[in-house]
């Protein structure tokens, strides 16, 4: 029952590094998002797709790159990691035909950049 | 201003206390309300929708009152466990999940 998965789950960047942070669900979800969270500042979206092929930017995209080649996988990129992308990173799914209409989350990813 | 605001907390509660949770959201055709749960270093789980009706769930009541774009939880006897953050959640269109920042909750023995 793995539902939504993300991984690294511990992450230290130098400043200027790029890494990936992959996420995958095995529910049929067409929409995938990608948030980051920070004290204080509750979940932001930064990345969105509504379906394989189709990405849009959320409230926090620059730095950030996405893309959706299959219904299960929906990547986030770091370009060039800043200090000010240290932050808790959760990968969610969801589908207009769950019932409830309820979005399911990843473990998330502490990623620290020095 | 936010487009979802929450009690900015930390609420703490003796064991056994009723609290309650606020939170506003500013776009009008919001379309469907969440209070989610989020424990410390983990992720955010579902703890309930909420309908226009209000509607309950044990110890845990959720209102909605669209006219003054306003929704509550309300928890009862109070246990240890409850201790967490509490996120009110709206969606606008599609699947766009809105996030207030939480309230945090401490209840003490």
């Known amino acids: 029952n793995a539902g939504v998965t993300q991984t690294p789950k511990f992450q230290v960047l130098k400043t200027g590094q790029s890494m990936t942070l992959q996420c995958a669900q095995d529910?049929?979800?067409?929409?995938m998002s990608w948030y980051r969270q920070d004290p204080g500042m509750g979940l932001r979206l930064i990345h969105y797709s509504v379906g394989a092929g189709i990405t849009d930017q959320g409230e926090v995209p620059n730095g950030y790159n996405v893309s959706r080649s299959t219904t299960e996988d929906f990547p986030l990129r770091l370009l060039s990691a800043a200090p000010s992308q240290t932050s808790v990173y959760f990968c969610?799914?969801?589908?207009?035909?769950?019932?409830?209409?309820?979005?399911?989350f990843g473990e998330g990813s502490w990623l620290t950049v020095v | 201003r936010k487009e979802v605001e929450q009690d900015p907390g930390p609420f703490n509660v003796p064991e056994g206390a009723t609290v309650a949770f606020n939170c506003t959201y500013s776009n009008s055709a919001s379309q469907s309300f969440f209070w989610y749960r989020q424990d410390c270093r983990k992720e955010p789980k579902l703890l309930m929708s909420?309908?226009?009706s209000g509607n309950e769930d044990g110890r845990f009541t959720a209102q909605l009152n669209r006219a003054s774009q306003y929704i509550s939880l309300l928890i009862r006897d109070s246990k240890l466990s409850d201790s967490a953050t509490y996120l009110c959640?709206?969606?606008?269109?599609?699947?766009?999940?809105?996030f207030g920042p939480g309230t945090r909750l401490s209840v003490l023995p």
């Open positions: 529910m049929n979800h067409e929409y």
């Open positions: 959640v709206v969606t606008n269109y599609g699947q766009n999940f809105v």
């Open positions: 969610a799914s969801s589908s207009s035909s769950t019932p409830g209409n309820t979005i399911y």
């Open positions: 909420v309908y226009s």
